[in-house]
């Protein structure tokens, strides 16, 4: 017997046919006599109906009646599966956030959960009742509905397993784990058994969205076994437990000798800027990142030239950085109206960049990692715009066009393309 | 300066636009000084959405889990409203059944109101906000959320009425008043100003669905004056207080020398139900509404004609009554079933039947009201099929093809039609 949360996303729970799926795969958890709670998301496009009408009441909307409007959606879709579960014989009951209660911090319509209370869910679960929990929500200090954010529901789970202390937290997606890259763009990518909590956060914030960043965090923190599966195999796939997903877990779970890199991810969504002739002086890189930050704009690689001399004049250097393309129109306001103070004398930009990364904790034992990628992305005559580094990761910026031929002669080069009779 | 609760209807909160006109007729009682609750519905054919989902997860779904569904359409228009209020500069919150709490019986799905606390409500409204509270919802002594079953938002806002002691409940609908007759069948019917809540529930109970029955109990009960009005008219009509609507009254307001017949009420959805042979013995009657009582099927209209002796066999009766037009499929299979505990020979039934009232408070202190309506309807060729009475009101079972002759012959009989030059 195990411990299990099981989460569900908005496909998953779109429409009534697709949640019996739900309901049976959710039964055979329970029939092999294991306690489950199943974390749901609302139907598929039923938050962002909720949220237009917010926004359509009002361009300020007040996040407490938001979080009020919108928290609905998974209200919905809680107790219809609690109701197809007891259809199929499984005792079940749906449990608001306010009920169990998820207790949130104040900041409506993007609270961090402070604490679950599990006393009545144990209770429940013990009794061989499935919990069916809506995601996204809880209850803030304030004793109203909070809500934590788009994707929040992935959080919620991972929360809910860190809570319960559960053995697994299997979140059931549209894709079937989490793969060496986009399937898309390499035919030949693989499918990953075992990925670090790093790992994945790196693959995640670099574009490999299978789960949200926040979750993978926070089962990092807690020690939250995840596993990444497919909702759309069919009832009579194997068991969870012996799935070919992916399981998301610490370090310490992944084999020694497994290869150095574990997966490229890419990044269409940013966006170069390149301010020249700022004055080369202290203080000026502070003018130009401030006013961003305080706009709360992303800023993710930096180049700062080195300075040149101007004839006749104080000595300048040219800054490039990356913002999220969905910033650049609020980074070039913000920045022009800080023009003065920061003295620079143009700004570019240009969205057709994108970023490419490689990612594998064996980078920490292992030297050449980005000499190789460098390398590999010379021989094809790419373009490197600007380079960043962690300990798990080396990124670059290259012209957009050449995205799909470096992910795939990166996958390559690394050793990473399935051999041609794997299955 | 007075304490007002306003109700609005599915058809008033349907899309953001109207929830927006809501707000504008909300702030103008706000701007006078008044302490105002909202009870809202939720947006028309919402609710119909969420309990189709509910009947399609499975047929005999849990009530407990169907509350949470279908209480989530409330909700929704309630953030909206509060939010739509704040964007016209009015302090709003909405406030949850289990937030208030309204606290009720713990039959979920036709859950009663037992006890609403107005502590904090009572704060909130002295600190100038509006309260939002979603009609139909409460929160059970199981701690989970509960329903009153449909339409049961008119009796949220009698309650919400009741419990704050509040000087009117105005409830908005898709008509303008309460009026002596159906203004379709006879344009000289007259808007009522007032109307006693006896009259109002015999006129709703036949057939003048302006509110819902349970609504207008519960008014009488607790003694909350009820304004009938339209949500319809432009936001520059008149104050609610100065409004036309028709108020909804104790017997004590109403003027003495008003005339005799408030009402004529027309109801098409009866069924004319026949056995005949019916044994003529004790117990015979028991034998055939037993079983309808049992099915939970509303017997309404009863003759036993007067036995007559069969040839050669005990003495046999012909027992007519009707039942809702809705329940005649099993009230036939009920009592084919209980065919041979009856005894009776044949059923014959006809759903062409109507039942016409006469209704008014003033029947009380006056003979001749029933002589009034046979001789009217008598001189018309309309043959009565069936007669119940109440203290204050007529009722007669006849040929549907007449309906709309019976009615008017007998507005015009009782003095009720406008006077041709009348507003």
């Not at 919990?131 to 200090?141: E, K, L, N």
Request: glycine share 8%; proline share 3%.
């Amino acid at each position: 017997m195990a411990r299990i949360v099981m989460k569900f996303g908005g496909t998953s729970m779109a429409g009534i046919e697709r949640i019996r799926s739900v309901a049976a795969r959710v039964k055979r958890e329970w029939d092999a006599g294991n306690e489950v709670a199943v974390v749901v998301s609302a139907m598929a496009g039923d938050t962002d109906r909720l949220v237009g009408f917010c926004r359509e009441a009002s361009s300020l909307y007040d996040p407490k009646e938001y979080d009020v409007v919108v928290s609905a959606g998974e209200q919905i879709t809680s107790g219809l599966l609690a109701i197809a579960l007891q259809a199929i014989g499984v005792p079940a009951r749906s449990w608001l956030g306010w009920q169990l209660p998820i207790r949130t911090s104040d900041a409506h319509a993007s609270a961090r959960i402070e604490d679950i209370d599990t006393g009545a869910l144990s209770a429940s679960l013990a009794k061989r009742e499935v919990a069916v929990i809506p995601g996204f929500q809880g209850v803030a200090q304030d004793e109203r509905i909070s809500t934590l954010g788009r994707g929040g529901s992935d959080t919620s789970a991972v929360a809910m397993a860190a809570a319960m202390k559960a053995d697994r937290c299997d979140i059931y997606t549209d894709v079937d784990g989490v793969y060496t890259t986009d399937p898309r763009i390499v035919p030949r990518a693989r499918k990953l058994k075992k990925v670090t909590y790093e790992e994945m956060l790196e693959l995640a914030s670099v574009g490999a969205k299978v789960l949200q960043t926040r979750s993978v965090g926070l089962a990092m923190k807690e020690n939250v076994r995840v596993q990444v599966l497919s909702s759309f195999t069919g009832e009579d796939a194997p068991m969870a437990d012996t799935l070919p997903g992916t399981m998301i877990v610490g370090e310490e779970e992944i084999d020694v000798e497994r290869q150095l890199i574990t997966g490229i991810a890419h990044d269409k969504n940013e966006a170069k800027i390149t301010l020249t002739a700022v004055p080369d002086k202290p203080g000026a890189v502070a003018a130009i990142f401030g006013p961003l930050a305080d706009a709360n704009i992303n800023v993710d690689m930096i180049i700062q030239n080195i300075a040149h001399q101007s004839s006749g004049s104080a000595s300048a250097t040219d800054v490039t950085f990356t913002v999220p393309s969905s910033d650049l129109a609020r980074s070039i306001e913000t920045l022009n109206q800080a023009k003065a103070a920061i003295g620079f004398q143009d700004l570019t930009h240009d969205t057709r960049v994108a970023k490419i990364s490689v990612v594998g904790v064996g980078m920490r034992s292992h030297a050449g990692v980005a000499a190789t990628m460098f390398k590999t992305l010379g021989e094809r005559g790419i373009n490197i715009l600007a380079i960043t580094t962690s300990e798990i990761k080396v990124s670059v910026l290259i012209e957009e066009d050449y995205t799909e031929l470096a992910v795939r002669v990166l996958h390559t080069a690394y050793g990473l393309d399935a051999e041609p009779d794997a299955a």
